[in-house]
């Protein structure tokens, strides 16, 4: 605070706290005035501007000054004006009625001024403007360095009266947790370029990412903060649905090669500022921008970093701000989670590794994408073989260039897990949560390579940490904590999580509910849902269900699984198809029939046809009118399997070997052959 003649130069945080204060100020005085005659009344102008400002000794001086000195003049007595740049600030974020007042030459200041009027509360802008007395006080912070100038006498006067009371503070739903926890809001975009929003959110996902590694600290996950994006909410607010106690905002403007980033820390009970900062910075220097922000806002939390936390934070991803910019805009299209959105995001990844081909954190996008590719189905954009293969080798090289990158480690735990490596993937995904401690998707996948190792209890913790990370989760988190659940055996709470993904996606999915629904003997929710599962995959039945989940590590678990469906109605073959025992072929006779011979024959449904040419020694080959496959045919008990590396996990598909009785060389059908992906009607070739 400072002088000014016969006022008072205030410096605030932010703007909104220089214009929420302003509003108080004349909101009191115009109830103290109230009934005193007009020689007692005390009356202040108000102007308020956000610009640079010099610091020497104990003066303060600047444009900025200047021009708030000039707006203050112009204000009538009891009212407070702005300039057009804390306009702008609080546009969305107050409920203020303002007018705008168009553009004013001011003395000493080169260009005409553009000022906007605050109106009091009921008051149309073509009235004169008086103040009514009564304040509106709904707001949302933006991060700033606002200089107000207020003209009449001290406000240190107005602090210390009585009727003076702190802001309201707001509930907190679930217990806040043991250390520091904060929501980090999407960042505004001020550089006046949409095109430029992929870079405001990028420098929300990496600050999000950063404060993530600190273990002293309790960080909601970015699908939670960004159900944000786009509105004015209040503070308090938004800690209370995110059962948090700082809610950190700010905004990004990126003009040419330099960024300022504004950023403020508040607390989200009080509404209070705890700390707030602006930056400028060139965008050279923008992984220490980076830094320097993560480093005061957790020095304002009162958190002490760890030896390896400080060299985790420290490490620059790239030295091309080229890859790094694709880098982004490959994050942003990722997180759609959607076939054209994980395409784009691939291709930019890859243009990323093309431009730094040491850049970790591009081959770990690749990794987490193509993992989706595979998980999601997402064939159309990469077959579910070469999207295994190229997450695999992506993570991989992701780990070689960074030890420390916890999404690589997540996504070859995921790997291990599906090649039955159960102690190698809870290492690599523990390991996973213990470089980004607030990782939600690190912890979902850490629950899941738990349940199908069988450590149910510690993947339900694991689970329930992940939706307190994120309390509004992506879809398939759903799937997930249904699943964990549901092996928990606490199927009524399982009921209603994979009910809430049922919502979100095709029907059929989860299958996992037609499981749950059998356990509660809801017999006609697990035949509608089962019903559901046949109408979007024809083929569906419990022998291909037993194949993709074979990575049970406990028999129990698997066995519970597939007779769970069992109960429910799905198909133990299918297109329900029921053999005849006494038709059914031993191993030897199958040998003779299949083994050195040429076949032909037909598939269900669509009675397609195909050719498949066996060897002697069980390499095969088969054509049929989509495909040609190859693999290798073998006999397990008195069953026929094909192994193909590029189908099931690469995992032995085996059924059984009918003698069809109606059928003749001629109609090539003689045999039927059934195992978990098809029906087979065939002949062999003399």
Partial sequence: MGTAGDGELWEFPSVTEAVLSAVQ??????????????????????????????????DIYGDGINVAARIEALAEPGGVWLSQTVHDQIRDRMDLNLEDMGEVAVKNIARPVRVFRVLAEGEQSSTPARWSGTPWLKYASAVVVVLALVVGSSLWWWWQQAEYAPAVEADISDPLPDKPSVAVLPFDNLSGDKEQEYFADGMTDDLITHLSK???????????????????????????????????????????????INAQLINGKTGGHIWAEIFDRD?????????????????????????????????????????????????????????????????????????????????????????????????????????RERAFEAAQRAMQLDPVNASAHAVLGLLRMVDSDHDSAMRLVRKAVALAPNDAEARV???????????????????????????????????????????NRLNDRAAVE?????????????????????????????????????????????????????????????????????????????????????????????????????????????KSPFFEEIKGTGAFARRDPSALVTGTVLLICDMLCHRIPARLLGRDNCGYVYRNSGGSAAGHDQYIYVNATSVSYFSPLQ
């Fill in 25 to 58: 100020v004349q909101a009191v005085m115009a109830e103290r005035n109230a009934g005193l005659p007009g020689e007692r009344k005390m009356l202040y102008r108000i102007g308020i501007n956000l610009g640079d400002v010099m610091i020497d000794g104990e």
């Fill in 498 to 606: 994979l009910e809430k993904l049922r919502a979100l996606r095709p029907p059929g999915w989860p299958r996992e509910l037609a499981m749950v629904y059998a356990q509660l003997n809801r017999s006609a929710d697990a035949r509608r849902q089962v019903g559901e599962i046949v109408q979007h995959a024809s083929f569906a039945n419990l022998a291909h269900h037993g194949i993709l989940h074979a990575h049970h590590r406990r028999a129990a678990d698997l066995d519970f699984r597939i007779a769970s469906l069992r109960r429910a109605g799905l198909p133990p073959w299918p297109y329900d198809f029921i053999g005849d025992p006494t038709l059914r072929l031993d191993a030897e006779a199958i040998r003779k029939v299949v083994f050195g011979r040429s076949l032909q024959g037909m598939t269900l449904p669509d």
């Fill in 214 to 260: 600190v273990d002293g600290l309790f960080v909601i996950a970015r699908n939670s903060v960004f159900t944000y994006k786009g509105r004015n909410v209040k503070i308090q607010e938004v800690a209370k649905d995110l059962s948090v106690r700082y809610v950190l905002e700010g905004s990004v403007r990126r003009a040419g090669g330099i960024v300022r």
């Fill in 445 to 487: 996948t850490l629950a899941t390579v738990l349940t199908y190792a069988g450590a149910h209890g510690d993947a339900l913790r694991e689970i329930e940490i992940a939706f307190r990370l994120s309390p509004v989760p992506p879809p398939h988190f759903y799937g997930s904590l249904g699943s964990t659940i549901f092996f």
């Fill in 283 to 387: 965008m050279k220097d923008i992984f220490a921008l980076q830094d320097e922000v993560t480093g005061e806002i957790v020095e304002a939390l009162k958190v002490k970093l760890t030896p390896v936390e400080k060299t985790k934070l420290a490490r620059k991803p790239t030295e091309s701000l080229d890859a790094y910019d694709l880098y982004l805009r490959a994050r942003q299209a990722h997180f759609e989670r959607t076939v054209k959105g994980t395409r784009t995001a691939l291709a930019l990844y890859e243009q990323a590794i093309f431009e730094d081909p040491t850049f970790a954190e591009a081959f770990a996008g690749v990794a987490i994408a193509a993992m989706d590719v595979w998980r999601f189905d997402f064939d159309s954009v990469l077959l579910g073989p070469i999207a």
